[in-house]
């Protein structure tokens, strides 16, 4: 006799070993034990969710019918039925049920069921309660209806079989906060449907890669942008892209083969570490219309910003996810650390945070500023008479990027130029805080301080910022700054825990951050480096030397 597995369980993610991606335990039989009851509200949450069973797997297309293990149904009730239309999950043995396709072993039982107009199974199959829970009739194998309610039972005593606990941290945890992360995991599955391969992902973060694209079944090899355009075309899906890192014609390939893009890039949140210096990725986004960063053109972000219902439960998790962040003091890059610039008394003061010339971020979002001199004239003449620090870019201070400034010049329109001041320290001490399209500005909005925006970045055009730049038609819905969270660092990102290597929210990776659990430190970083060292030396030499 198989065991019986608990109904909420975590998928089979690939190098994870079960023990530490496990987030249930059956109740052990012989001391009788259970949890705690099972409201209404936690099973409405499975069905809406599509969380309980197996959520993620193979999803067979076609079906209008799904026959369980054991259960043979009468050819009668198949004579308007094609054989392709009839889906029969393995067993033991199919002798018995000629007229049907084989299943594979490990599907999406509510893929399957969604477009199922009846299911065939037992009423304890795992099968029938997750039809039940989707609303789909289910038949025993006397042919007569199960009962909904039955059904409904039987998942509450399936969840109530078992006890649950945090995979990051081996806490117990209650069902409903199980529910949660399956959630979670759902939605970030369900965002890697469909890739055929992915293209320009550096080498060393193709390990982080391959746990933020794994959908489920598999992870999309890595292919250059040709051979991806070739096989995305030849599976009608999509090809995952790192947009710097392929060719500049790969969007007009794409464009002309029919094939649809996901663009992936850094999230908002990462571990500690410059990109540049080759610490792997903590979050991405993958995002299918278009490019967060790009003013020009819709993203999947911008839509959410624009349509999301936000939800009570939502924006409560973001209130709640803000406050860690502004308490642990954690940003893009991590921890800060430094002495504290000191400003001038009884005078406005304003911070202008400096980005990478050349970066996507400034060329597609920063509404015709031309550069970090650009930007920083244009703050000047914004602010006559405030004492403005500028921040240059960590990249550009570490010599891995282009805008640098000299002194001389940054001190022909700011008062002074700040490298080591903990960040979020600095923009909760000025009185406000400018930025061209930096992520900065977001990070000033959730800790409640006044930002002004010479570009348009993603959280510009919402009613939070004061914008500089044209408005765009696309925007003006008047947002909260957590309901911008809950877009922004819940449902737009992945997250991929330094710790399990696990998907996890964000509010996992906040902790890791602020207890500094980060990848190890590898030759690569270190030679990295070494080299914006140099770089760095060579950028100063040479101003210098050119007065």
Request: hydrophobic share 45%; charged share 20%.
């Amino acid at each position: 006799m198989k065991p019986v597995l608990p109904f909420l369980r975590s998928p089979p993610f690939p190098g994870i070993a079960p023990a530490i991606a496990g987030i249930s335990v059956p109740w052990d039989e012989g001391k009788h034990e259970t949890g705690e009851p099972v409201s209404d509200s936690l099973i409405d949450a499975v069905a809406a969710a599509r969380v309980g069973s197996r959520f993620w797997g193979a999803r067979p297309a076609g079906l209008r019918l799904v026959i369980g293990d054991g259960v043979r149904v009468d050819r009668a009730a198949l004579a308007d039925l094609s054989p392709d239309t009839i889906g029969l999950m393995p067993g033991a043995d199919r002798a018995d049920q000629p007229v049907g396709r084989l299943l594979p072993v490990d599907c999406d039982l509510w893929a399957l069921v969604a477009q199922a107009q009846a299911v065939h199974a037992h009423a304890s199959d795992e099968l029938a309660l997750v039809a039940g829970l989707a609303g789909v009739p289910v038949f025993g194998p006397d042919g007569a209806r199960i009962d909904p309610a039955q059904l409904r039972e039987g998942v509450r005593a399936r969840i109530t079989a078992a006890h649950y606990r945090d995979c990051f941290s081996g806490a117990p945890i209650d069902a409903a906060s199980a529910v949660a992360l399956l959630t979670d995991w759902r939605r970030h599955l369900d965002g890697n449907r469909s890739i055929a391969a992915s293209s320009g992902m550096a080498f060393w973060k193709r390990e982080a890669i391959s746990h933020f694209l794994w959908d489920g079944t598999s992870t999309p090899p890595f292919l250059s942008a040709r051979r991806g355009l070739a096989r995305a075309r030849q599976r009608g899906e999509a090809l995952a892209v790192w947009p710097s890192r392929v060719p500049p014609s790969t969007v007009q390939d794409a464009a002309e083969m029919g094939v649809p893009l996901a663009r992936v890039e850094d999230g908002f949140l990462r571990s500690r570490g410059l990109g540049a210096a080759l610490h792997p990725p903590g979050s991405v986004v993958v995002d299918r219309r278009g490019l967060y960063y790009d003013a020009g053109a819709a993203s999947d972000l911008e839509h959410l910003l624009a349509t999301d219902a936000f939800t009570p439960v939502l924006v409560d998790r973001a209130r709640r996810l803000r406050g860690l962040i502004c308490a642990a003091g954690v940003t893009k890059y991590g921890l800060a650390g430094g002495k504290m610039i000191g400003l001038p008394q009884g005078r406005r003061t304003v911070l202008a945070v400096g980005q990478v010339d050349d970066d996507l971020s400034v060329r597609l979002g920063g509404a015709g500023v031309a550069g970090n001199l650009d930007f920083l004239t244009k703050v000047r003449r914004a602010e006559p008479d405030a004492w403005i620090v500028y921040r240059p870019h960590p990249d550009v201070q570490a010599g891995h990027r282009k805008g640098h400034l000299s002194d001389a010049t940054v001190l022909a329109h700011a008062d002074a130029i700040d490298t080591g001041s903990p960040l979020m320290e600095l923009v909760q001490a000025v009185d406000e805080v400018h930025v061209l399209s930096s992520l900065t500005g977001f990070e000033a909005l959730m800790r409640d301080r006044p930002v002004t925006v010479h570009g348009m970045p993603f959280y510009a055009g919402w009613g939070l910022t004061r914008d500089l730049a044209r408005p765009i038609a696309r925007r003006g819905r008047q947002l909260t700054v957590d309901q911008l969270v809950a877009a922004a660092l819940i449902l737009y990102p992945r997250y991929l825990d330094p710790v399990t290597r696990l998907p996890c929210g964000p509010e996992v990776m906040v902790d890791r951050m602020a207890n500094g659990s980060t990848p190890p430190m590898t030759w690569l970083i270190r030679l990295r480096a070494v080299q914006g060292k140099l770089r760095r030396f060579i950028t100063l030499s040479a101003g210098y030397l050119h007065g």
